[in-house]
C-alpha cells in the first residue's frame, strides 16, 4: 500500500476523535438477517455452555488440578465472545457497517489478544497436568498442588496481557491512511495492520514476536509435554491401560488442535497473503464456533463434568420445589 493520503498525525493527540468503520459482512446484505440469527443462537449457547461450566465447578467443594483449568478455560471464553461478538452483531445490524473509535478499537485488540495467549499458555498449562498425571501419576497430587495451579493460572494472565499490551501499541503507534474501513467485524491485528501506510515488513515485526510468544513458545511446551505422553503410553502393555490413560488427553488434544489450527492460520504469515474474505471465515470459525465447542468436547469427553452439572441441574431443581 502506497502512503498516498497517509494521515500525517500523532496517533497520542488525535485518538480520541479518530473512528474506524468496521465493515462487517456488509458485502452480503441479502444474508444479513440469517447471519445476524445465527450470531446471535451461537452467542447465547456459548454463553450458556462456557457458564454451566464454569458454574459447575465452582459450586463443587474441591476439584482436581484439570477441572480448576477447565473452569479458567471457560472464564476466557466468556470473556472471549462477549469482547468480539456484541459488535460483530451490531455490524450485522447496521447496513453501513459500524463504528468503533480509535480507543474503542485498541481496547478491543488489546483484550482479543490478551485472552487469546492466556488461553495458549492454560493451554500449555494444561498440558503439563495431564503429563504429571500420565508419566508420575504417584506423585500427581504433590506436584499439581493448589498453589501451583494458582500460580500458573496467574502467570498465563500476566504473561498475556504483558505480551497484548506491548503489540497493540506498537500497531496503533503506525500512521494509518485516511481509508479507515476494516474489512473484517472487529479490530483484528492483521486487518489493522493492512490499513498502515508502509510498505516495509517492519510493522509486521511486533506480531511476529507476538505469535512467537503466545503460539510457538506454548506450542513447543505442549508438543514436549505430549512426546513424554507418548512414550509413557507405549510403556504401558496393557491395550486396556493405554487406551484408559490416552482417553484422559483427548479432550485437551482436540481444543488445542483447534486452536492452534485457526491462530497459527490467521497470524502467522505475511500481510501482503492477507484476504479479507477468507480471513473474515477463519475468523469466524475461530470466535464463534471453536468457543461453542469447547463446553460440548468437555462435558461429552469429561465423566467428571458430567457429573457436575447433574449435580448443579438437581440442586438448581430440589431448589426452586
Known amino acids: 500500500m502506497s502512503c ?4 500525517e498525525r500523532d496517533n ?3 485518538g480520541a476523535t479518530m473512528e474506524f468503520l468496521l465493515l462487517g459482512f456488509s458485502e452480503l446484505l441479502h ?3 440469517l447471519l445476524f440469527l445465527i450470531f446471535l443462537i451461537v452467542h447465547l449457547v456459548t454463553l450458556a455452555g462456557n457458564m454451566m461450566i464454569f458454574m459447575a465447578v465452582v459450586m463443587e467443594p474441591s476439584h482436581p488440578p484439570m477441572l480448576f483449568f477447565l473452569c479458567q478455560l471457560s472464564a476466557i471464553e466468556l470473556c472471549y465472545t462477549l469482547v468480539i461478538v456484541p459488535k460483530a452483531l451490531v455490524s450485522l445490524a447496521v447496513v453501513d457497517g459500524s463504528r468503533i473509535s480509535f480507543l474503542g478499537c485498541a481496547a478491543q485488540m488489546q483484550l482479543f489478544v490478551a485472552l487469546g495467549g492466556a488461553e495458549c499458555f492454560l493451554l500449555a498449562s494444561m498440558s503439563y497436568d495431564r503429563y504429571v498425571a500420565v508419566c508420575q501419576p504417584l506423585r500427581y497430587a504433590a506436584l499439581m498442588s493448589r ?3 494458582l500460580r500458573l493460572a496467574l502467570a498465563c494472565g500476566l504473561a498475556a496481557f504483558a505480551v497484548a499490551l506491548a503489540l497493540t501499541a506498537a500497531v496503533f503507534r503506525l500512521p494509518f491512511c485516511h481509508s479507515r474501513r476494516i474489512n473484517h467485524f472487529f479490530c483484528d491485528v492483521p486487518a489493522v495492520l493492512h490499513l498502515a501506510c508502509t510498505q516495509s515488513y517492519t510493522p509486521e515485526l511486533p506480531l511476529l514476536a507476538a505469535c512467537v510468544l503466545l ?3 506454548p506450542f513447543l511446551l505442549i508438543l514436549a509435554s505430549y512426546v513424554c505422553i507418548a512414550v509413557a503410553l507405549l510403556r504401558i502393555t496393557s491395550p486396556v491401560g493405554r487406551g484408559k490413560a490416552f482417553s484422559t488427553c483427548i479432550s485437551h488434544l482436540a481444543i488445542t488442535l483447534l486452536h492452534y489450527g485457526c491462530a497459527t492460520f490467521i497470524y502467522i504469515r505475511p500481510k501482503s497473503s492477507y484476504l479479507p474474505a477468507r480471513d ?4 469466524l470459525v475461530y470466535t464463534n464456533i471453536t468457543p461453542l465447542m469447547y463446553p460440548l468436547i468437555y462435558s461429552l469427553r469429561n465423566k467428571e463434568i458430567r457429573g457436575m452439572l447433574r449435580r448443579m441441574l438437581r440442586r438448581n431443581s430440589s431448589g426452586e420445589l
Not at 473474515?280 to 475468523?283: E, G, I, Y
Open 4 to 7: 498516498e493520503g497517509c494521515m
Open 12 to 14: 497520542v493527540s488525535t
Open 31 to 33: 444474508l444479513r438477517v
Open 147 to 149: 498453589r501451583l495451579c
Open 215 to 217: 503460539l510457538l513458545l
Open 280 to 283: 473474515k471465515v477463519v475468523s
